[in-house]
């Protein structure tokens, strides 16, 4: 079948190469000239038959917001708009009323995959009417991984329950990659454990803490052996925070989740003001030393304070992290970047390349 892909940046790319290899007729629109097949939306319309099928991968907000009603003033009755991209779910409800008032149907889906979807595949998780999901089966069919459709695809729900799907599983993969995180520094705190790396290694098979994301964790370790150089500065993609607001909301403990994501926060300041108030508060009721940033003392003598991993870390608390004079401050969940793949949100309208930061 034909079909319009808007966004071909690092997912969307990938996306269109997927399809394309399935058969599929792709046309392709871009901001980046090198990027296109076809030089304006109006241009991309034209070129499906009808019901046309068009598929969003850009930028949740502002971009999304336009690209999605430039759609519906050239649409016909019958077509549909898919939204790929990382959308709270809250915008698509609003979008689809828009189209709905227009006779054009409107599909919220949760990629995930990242960079290797191109080769393994997309996990894909739908919101729609049962009807939009079924005009646009043999494109998610040929977009998701090999092997049985439900161990890759679901129709989650009504609209907005595919990006509500693909926001807890953004949030239970920080809980995840947190785990893992502890449990090498933990594994590299231990003086008598000479080979960490070959301790992940042997949790990939035969053990319940297999995934891929361990997988990911040991071929990190072996392009950069102690991660050597990188920076812990750990960016969040918008989706950790919205699932913690859901849990709020909705009086479902996540614990985890929660910690993931605020240690994230901390990754990022150089100084934490919560920690200088308590350091001084042992001071105040306690007579405890309070230890100023030029300071080398007030340790409790015979207390480990750091393990000998750390240590030079905590020599190098006052400088600044590699790459954190470039980094943005984070400004709140409605502004956060996506983790698709597909860049920052609110600063750009249109489609955009999508080759942005990563949290897939």
Known sequence: MKIGMIGLGKMGGNMRDRLRKAGHEVFGFDLDESLRDVHTLEELVQALDAPRVVWVMVPHGKPTRSTVEQLG???SEGDLIIEGGNSKFTEDIELDELMSAKGIGYVDCGVSGGIWGLENGYGLMCGGRAEHVEMAMPVFDALRPEGPREEGFVHAGDVG???Y???VHNGIEYGLMA????????LTA???VKDVQGCFQAWSRGTVVRSWLLDLAVKALEETPELKGVSEYTTDSGEGRWTVQEAIEMA???PVISSALFARFAS????SPAMQMVAALRGQFGGHAVKMLDDEKSKDEGQVEVHGGAEPKAQEAGEQRP???NAEPSSGAETAGPSSGTGTTEHADGPTSGSGDTDR
């Open 73 to 75: 003033e050239l649409l």
């Open 161 to 163: 329950a595919g990006h």
């Open 165 to 167: 799907a693909k926001m």
């Open 179 to 186: 785990a893992y995180a502890e449990g090498y520094e933990l």
């Open 190 to 192: 231990k003086d008598f």
């Open 252 to 254: 479902v403990p996540m």
């Open 268 to 271: 990022r300041q150089e100084n």
């Open 323 to 325: 790459g954190a004079e």
